[in-house]
């Protein structure tokens, strides 16, 4: 089956550090991936997604790579803003179960000014 | 302005009492989507539907109910059977059953009094 492992959090950083959030999967078929990040008491927002092999996606300053052969999509962004405290989700869905997304369990971020 | 609408953004549950979650999208999506998520944790799927008139249970649907009348509609019920009900419920639609970005709505936080 399909399974995203996301680095623990939470992650605390000063702003304008960098930031990493790793993320990793299993999947059946071929996977578009996503992340997503969800504000204090809101519903998630699609962040960026890459839908094959070596696709970068990006948005905000924040990146990932679609890694095939480590099959990791981590999450970068060079200078990071009090305004990104949030928590982000890693999440797939293959060619083989399109029919729902399978989530990793979140990694919160804490910005500190 | 499309996008996904719930309603209401806080609900009160007494014991032994049916409660119903409003989910409205305007995206003419045929997927629609019901998650759960507790404190601190990930998204669980209860409910999902891929065209009207049809629905299959997800990995939590025990202790709630659905009807998908109309393409745009998907209401989630919270039975008296739900004995921790107690959670962040949200919800979400994407264009069909391939490979496509799933957007969600704002939430609705679901408390027992």
């Known amino acids: 089956g399909n399974s995203v492992t996301q680095m623990e959090g939470p992650v605390t950083l000063s702003e304008e550090a960098f930031l990493t959030i790793n993320c990793t999967y299993t999947a059946t078929g071929y996977p578009s991936l996503f992340w997503y990040v969800q504000y204090p008491g809101e519903g998630l927002q699609l962040l960026l997604k890459a839908t094959k092999a070596d696709d970068k996606g990006s948005n905000k300053g924040f990146e990932a790579t679609y890694r095939k052969e480590t099959t990791s999509f981590h999450l970068e962004k060079g200078s990071v803003q009090v305004s990104d405290s949030a928590v982000y989700f890693c999440a797939l869905i293959s060619s083989g179960s399109a029919r729902q997304l399978t989530f990793g369990s979140g990694t919160q971020l804490t910005v500190l000014p | 302005d499309g996008g996904i609408t719930q309603s209401p953004k806080y609900l009160f549950r007494k014991e032994g009492q049916n409660v119903t979650l409003s989910c409205e999208q305007n995206l003419n999506h045929d997927a629609m989507y019901w998650y759960r998520q507790d404190p601190g944790q990930g998204l669980r799927l209860i409910y999902y539907s891929q065209i009207v008139n049809d629905f299959q249970k997800g990995d939590i649907a025990e202790g709630y109910s659905v009807s998908r009348e109309k393409k745009e509609s998907f209401p989630l019920t919270v039975t008296s059977a739900q004995k921790n009900p107690t959670a962040f419920y949200l919800c979400?639609?994407?264009?069909?059953?391939?490979?496509?970005?799933?957007?969600f709505g704002p939430g609705t936080r679901l408390l027992v009094l």
């Open positions: 979400a639609s994407k264009r069909d059953v391939g490979r496509e970005t799933q957007y």
